[in-house]
């Protein structure tokens, strides 16, 4: 497997995650999304991701893109350990929490958005990352409130092994430090990262451990 990442971006970050869970080696392929105006938008990575966005997952000769897309892939082809209960409302609940920070929060403090914000609307850095935060806010507030509500609570956001919810959460942290935000408002979450971090699969698949780290 060859897996098309940059070091920073949290949706590589997810998958490095998934595949150091599965215990399955990969191959790094760098995409730096500065340098050179962005080495995602060449011609040769384009051919490889029509999105010009990381992470990209080769795989017995086929292209993966989305990393929950990828991550799902993964838990139906090496299904041990799950990252995903068989019981269809526990499912469903670790998916939706997933989906607060993949699909609510994470898309709208992108590189690609924060920059298009920034020059369009002729905002500083400082304006910048406060939109950032305000949606960060607003997405770990919520998601704290679900891992409290739900009844299986444990070590993780759901239950006492890592699921898919906990595989988005932790980069979404790492972004959320970067931006500036106030995480001690969010004391459930920051457990949770604890245990998240102890286990090798989440350490070694931090950004400032990566071969392109800078």
């Given at each position: 497997?060859?897996?098309?990442?940059f070091?920073?971006?949290?949706?590589?970050?997810?998958?490095?995650?998934?595949?150091?869970?599965?215990?399955?080696?990969?191959?790094?392929?760098?995409?730096?999304?500065?340098?050179?105006?962005?080495?995602?938008?060449?011609?040769?990575?384009?051919?490889?991701?029509?999105?010009?966005?990381?992470?990209?997952?080769?795989?017995?000769?086929?292209?993966?893109?989305?990393?929950l897309?990828?991550?799902?892939?993964?838990?139906?082809?090496?299904?041990?350990?799950?990252?995903?209960?068989?019981?269809?409302?526990?499912?469903?609940?670790?998916?939706?929490?997933?989906?607060?920070?993949?699909?609510?929060?994470?898309?709208?403090?992108?590189?690609?958005?924060?920059n298009?914000?920034?020059?369009?609307?002729?905002?500083?850095?400082?304006?910048?990352?406060?939109?950032?935060?305000?949606?960060?806010?607003?997405?770990?507030?919520?998601?704290?409130?679900?891992?409290?509500?739900?009844?299986?609570?444990?070590?993780?956001?759901?239950?006492?092994?890592?699921?898919?919810?906990?595989?988005?959460?932790?980069?979404?942290?790492?972004?959320?430090?970067?931006?500036?935000?106030?995480?001690?408002?969010?004391?459930?979450?920051?457990?949770?990262?604890?245990?998240?971090?102890?286990?090798?699969?989440?350490?070694?698949?931090?950004?400032?451990?990566?071969?392109?780290?800078?």
């Amino acid at each position: 497997m060859k897996l098309y990442t940059f070091f920073r971006s949290s949706a590589s970050y997810r998958v490095r995650i998934a595949l150091n869970l599965k215990g399955l080696s990969y191959e790094q392929a760098p995409i730096h999304l500065r340098r050179g105006g962005g080495e995602q938008l060449t011609a040769a990575y384009r051919a490889i991701n029509p999105q010009a966005l990381v992470p990209a997952l080769e795989d017995d000769g086929r292209i993966l893109t989305q990393s929950l897309a990828i991550v799902e892939y993964l838990e139906d082809k090496y299904p041990n350990p799950p990252l995903l209960p068989k019981d269809p409302a526990d499912k469903a609940i670790i998916r939706g929490m997933a989906l607060v920070i993949a699909c609510e929060v994470h898309p709208i403090q992108n590189l690609r958005v924060l920059n298009y914000v920034k020059a369009t609307f002729n905002q500083t850095d400082e304006q910048v990352n406060q939109w950032a935060q305000h949606w960060i806010d607003l997405g770990l507030a919520a998601l704290q409130e679900m891992i409290v509500a739900q009844p299986k609570r444990g070590k993780f956001c759901f239950g006492d092994a890592p699921t898919l919810a906990d595989i988005c959460l932790i980069p979404q942290l790492g972004n959320a430090r970067r931006y500036g935000c106030d995480l001690s408002k969010y004391p459930t979450i920051l457990e949770i990262e604890k245990h998240c971090n102890a286990l090798p699969a989440f350490a070694n698949a931090a950004p400032e451990k990566q071969p392109d780290a800078e």
